[in-house]
């Protein structure tokens, strides 16, 4: 089984799978799921599959996603190869979030296998657009019908216990002006100069605001053109939010803070969430390890679309290589991920 995780992980990562191209993939994951026989649905939300206990009971949710991010500069190796250099394979996707899929698969496979569902059911959902603001979560969980008991978020956790994490707001600020020679037009009414006052009252804003947790400016364009001042700038901002952020409040004291900007929305559909206090889950994976750390994350993931639900975010990997060049993920990492999403499916499923 060790080597298999790594031979499964390794085919994952040599599909290219950019949000919205991720058909080929999930093929290739429905080829593998049924050559070992599990039940298994593949649609245009990402790939299902279930396994069914003994008798009935609780359902128990494993949950990642098979698309990454374009690849971007920087490689020393190709993105795509999945190259195994000193215990770490290497590849766009290897640590978010195909380490933790792959896992996955492998202990539902096992626990399939032989048969140690006590009860209730396993499910794992390897979803599609995780990355983007058109997440197929939702609808997945539509499909599915009804809520988990209990979910694992497969996200790089290094193997830790990730029992909270930040919310997203996506806003686009934008300036408009007009043409004008440049020796002509006074500095207040350069839209340059208006979103470099705004940016940095902005950054003062949310400095001072205990419902934000990172505040990153991603993006500013405008278009120019020698001799002529710019019409318009454009700036994407991410902000991370904290617990209590009220996004209809902050977004209507950011518009008054702003001199010159308007504000357009771009995504604001993740709320900060957090495991519920006397989690059923997090007291099974804590008696499995109890060397588990908990700890909150400034990431977001599909945690987002699961409110109310006993859910820990847990996989392995480490968070800080996810979107970067040469993305890695350890070997024996990947292999002890499936041991312990082994145990839990197997703990939690009995104990309920």
Not at 45 to 71: A, E, Q, R
Not at 159 to 174: F, P, T
Request: include cysteine; glycine fraction near 6%; proline fraction near 5%.
């Amino acid at each position: 089984m060790p080597s298999e995780v790594v031979t499964l992980l390794k085919k994952l990562v040599n599909v290219p799978s950019t949000s919205g191209q991720e058909s080929e993939i999930g093929l290739e994951l429905q080829d593998w799921s049924r050559k070992q026989h599990l039940d298994t649905v593949f649609d245009d939300t990402g790939v299902k599959i279930t396994i069914h206990g003994k008798k009935s009971g609780k359902t128990l949710l494993y949950v990642s996603h098979l698309d990454t991010v374009p690849p971007g500069q920087g490689w020393e190796v190709s993105p795509y190869d999945g190259i195994i250099i000193s215990d770490r394979l290497i590849g766009r996707g290897a640590v978010d979030a195909k380490a933790s899929v792959a896992s996955m698969c492998l202990a539902a496979n096992y626990l399939n296998e032989h048969r140690l569902i006590m009860s209730g059911s396993l499910i794992i959902l390897a979803v599609f657009c995780e990355e983007t603001k058109d997440a197929k979560m939702p609808e997945a969980l539509e499909h599915l019908g009804f809520l988990p008991n209990a979910a694992i978020i497969g996200e790089p956790t290094q193997l830790q216990a990730c029992i909270g994490q930040v919310g997203l707001l996506v806003l686009r600020l934008i300036w408009k002006g007009d043409e004008h020679h440049p020796g002509n037009l006074p500095k207040a009414k350069n839209v340059i100069y208006q979103a470099a006052h705004d940016l940095v009252k902005l950054y003062e804003f949310a400095f001072k605001n205990p419902h934000l947790k990172i505040f990153t400016p991603i993006s500013i364009d405008t278009i120019c053109q020698v001799g002529m001042t710019p019409v318009k700038c454009e700036a994407v901002i991410d902000i991370r939010t904290n617990f209590g952020c009220n996004y209809a409040k902050l977004l209507k004291n950011i518009g008054k803070y702003l001199d010159f900007a308007k504000v357009e929305v771009i995504s604001d559909r993740l709320s900060p969430i957090k495991t519920p206090k006397n989690s059923t889950l997090l007291r099974t994976i804590k008696n499995i390890d109890p060397s588990i750390t908990e700890y909150f994350s400034t990431t977001c993931s599909d945690w987002a679309y699961l409110p109310g639900v006993d859910a820990v975010k847990l996989g392995p990997g480490d968070s800080n290589l996810s979107h970067t060049p040469n993305e890695s993920v350890r070997i024996k990492e990947v292999k002890k991920a499936v041991d312990l999403y082994i145990r839990i499916a197997e703990n939690y499923l009995e104990s309920t």
